[in-house]
């Protein structure tokens, strides 16, 4: 049981001899907030087509520029997490 919920956890391929896994909370908060970068920076756009809409028009570009930085934290953490699976799996195979 704990194996089945493991796999669902995972999206796992093999290629060659190598598996090559994401786990799927991280493709979907990284999904979310590329989609919410994407959302913050065309409403900026907008935004600046309205004069009184410019000072909210630049704090979204803002909003829209912290989350690019969040975007590589996201992968960092996801290949901590890859590194000890990897770890993990070496032992085992010893």
Do not use: C, T
């Not at 999904?31 to 907008?46: E, K, R, T």
Request: proline share 1%; aromatic share 22%.
């Amino acid at each position: 049981m704990e194996n089945e919920q493991k796999k669902k956890e995972y999206i796992d391929f093999q290629i060659g001899k190598y598996d090559l896994f994401f786990k799927k909370s991280y493709e979907i908060i990284y999904n979310v907030n590329d989609f919410l970068i994407s959302l913050w920076f065309l409403l900026g756009s907008i935004g600046f087509l309205f004069k009184d809409w410019e000072n909210l028009a630049v704090w979204l570009f803002i909003i829209g520029s912290v989350q690019f930085s969040i975007r590589p934290l996201i992968r960092v953490i996801h290949s901590f997490h890859l590194k000890r699976y990897v770890k993990k799996q070496f032992k085992d195979f010893s």
